[in-house]
Every structure is written in structure tokens, then in C-alpha cells.
T-cell receptor, first 111, second 114 residues
């Protein structure tokens, strides 16, 4: 059962910021928002995760709305190597909660 | 040093054969996982082990049997291979099974059953 909704695909211009949306309207209080990506033929790669505060690391920034029902992953300067399927995943803190992948968002960075 | 390594990378075999895929992680993580990615690119969890103990067992045919000799290794043995088993199998690990820890994935094993 998908807990998140993402657009199936989007294009981004190389060198520009890429804003990837995700809806998770049924998120509960102890659930984190995770972002992973899968570049063609490779294993999924962890990008970032957060609970309610905005987060930033060397790869991306994560903006979570105040009601936590949606979030945006921001790739500050998209490169061709950022072309991948991006997965937004909601995962609980407690229990053996697995990382459940949905269909993801196929992001293509265009030169 | 590869954090999560799987062998073999490619495996082509005939229907009815038995095969194994090996996975090792050098991250000191307690929990390991097997995922299957089918031709439609859906990634689904199959099994999870925490400190050699099975904690997640999704609806997977009995022909699939994971084995964890120690917490750094999680192997997947598949009996009587079928055409539908063709997929890419990914191994992953995380520090613990609970909490907000990310997963580290291996590069995958592409299994083709002919």
C-alpha cells in the first residue's frame, strides 16, 4: 500500500535546481520521510531523510511542510548524473518497519 | 572497499536448477535485507535478518531460503528455479532494524532463468 504519491516522471534543466514533490497525507507522528534514488542498473542510493525539520546534506535539501503532509526534495544544481528514479518513502521509527518502495519519479536531467 | 557486496553480479541458469547468491557487508550493521526488482522495476522486500535472526519474511515461495551464518553475511538460496524468478536481486544492510537508519544497497545480482 503506497503511503506516498509522486509524479511518475519529470524533466529538469542541467545546472538548475530540481524540485521533486511528494505527498504523504496519511503520515503519522513517528514516521520519517526518506528519499532514495536509483540510477539505471545500480542499487538504490540513500539521499536524505527527515522528521519535521528541513534537512540539508551534500547531496540535497529536504523541505517538509509544517503539517508534514508533503515534502520536496531539492537538488540544488542538477547534473546529467542526477538522472535517476527518485523514491519518496515514509517509514516508521519503531518496530521492524521495512523500507517499502513505490513506483518513484523518473527524473531526467536535460542538457 | 565495497560496503555491501554481492556475488555473482550476473547469473544465467536453466529452469529447475538450484542457485545461491551471496551478500556480505563490512559496515558493522546488525540488519540485512534481500529485495527483488522485477521487469517492471518494482522493488519489493523479501527477507530481513537482524543479528542472524529472521525478522521479516514476506510472501515468498518456499523455494527461496535465506541463510545468515553471521551478521555480516546474508545468502539467498533458490531451489527449482522458474522463469518468473528472473529479476535483479539486491542485498542491503542497515545499522539496526528499528530507528531512523538508512539502508545501504549492494549493486545487485541479475538472475536470468532460461
Amino acid at each position: 500500500d503506497a503511503k506516498t504519491t509522486q509524479p511518475p516522471s519529470m524533466d529538469c534543466a542541467e545546472g538548475r535546481a530540481a524540485n521533486l514533490p511528494c505527498n504523504h497525507s496519511t503520515i503519522s507522528g513517528n514516521e520519517y520521510v526518506y528519499w532514495y534514488r536509483q540510477i539505471h542498473s545500480q542499487g538504490p542510493q540513500y539521499i536524505i531523510h527527515g522528521l519535521k525539520n528541513n534537512e540539508t546534506n551534500e547531496m540535497a535539501s529536504l523541505i517538509i511542510t509544517e503539517d508534514r503532509k508533503s515534502s520536496t526534495l531539492i537538488l540544488p544544481h542538477a547534473t546529467l548524473r542526477d538522472t535517476a528514479v527518485y523514491y519518496c518513502i515514509v517509514r516508521g521509527y519503531y518496530g521492524n518497519n521495512r523500507l517499502a518502495f513505490g513506483k518513484g519519479n523518473q527524473v531526467v536531467v536535460i542538457p | 572497499d565495497t560496503a555491501v557486496s554481492q556475488t555473482p553480479k550476473y547469473l544465467v541458469t536453466q529452469m529447475g536448477n538450484d542457485k545461491s547468491i551471496k551478500c556480505e557487508q563490512n559496515l558493522g550493521h546488525d540488519t540485512m535485507y534481500w529485495y527483488k526488482q522485477d521487469s517492471k522495476k518494482f522493488l519489493k522486500i523479501m527477507f530481513s535478518y537482524n543479528n542472524k535472526e529472521l525478522i521479516i519474511n514476506e510472501t515468498v515461495p518456499n523455494r527461496f531460503s535465506p541463510k545468515s551464518p553471521d551478521k555480516a553475511h546474508l545468502n539467498l538460496h533458490i531451489n527449482s528455479l522458474e522463469l518468473g524468478d528472473s529479476a535483479v536481486y539486491f542485498c542491503a544492510s542497515s545499522l539496526q532494524s528499528t530507528g531512523n537508519y538508512g539502508y545501504t544497497f549492494g549493486s545487485g545480482t541479475r538472475l536470468t532463468v532460461v
